[in-house]
């Protein structure tokens, strides 16, 4: 009988906490607001240089690769489709419609060795930065040939880019 106030008491606990957790996305999700949504993909993307079954790790605001970017269904880690064509990036991530990342707004590529909650080994990320609603964003792919992706994304963006560890 002594055990439930101090039950009461960690559950009211644990519901503040996740209630402020999803306070504090909600947040995010507004303050990202002004980047607006991913394009949708054009009926030709053109010629076709690779396309993977990977994993998408993140996106993030480059220069702070700790600021995680929420909208557009740009949160959360998942197995992901990437094609990269002559016109861009289409970027099918499980469960969430397909986007376009046009070649114009593609500002390099590179690799890294980690990320908001994921670290790699010896550049195991592949990253792309690109404009997303006038920031520059860098989306972080895991892949099973960093190599060809990386090629391919260096060949598709104007620089060719590093995150050092």
Known sequence: ????????VISVAVGIVFWLLARSW????????????????????GAIALTEDLLYVATTRAGAPLERIVVAGLGFRARAVVTVAATGILLQLAGEAPAFIPKADVR?????TWTIDRAVNTDGLVFVRWI????EVDSYLRSADPDALGAALTALAPAALRKDS
């Open 1 to 8: 009988m002594d055990r439930l106030p101090i039950a009461i």
């Open 26 to 45: 909600r947040a995010r999700m507004r303050r990202q607001a002004e980047l607006g949504m991913l394009a949708a993909p054009p009926a030709e993307i």
């Open 108 to 112: 390099g590529a590179g690799r890294a």
């Open 132 to 135: 997303l609603g006038g920031a």
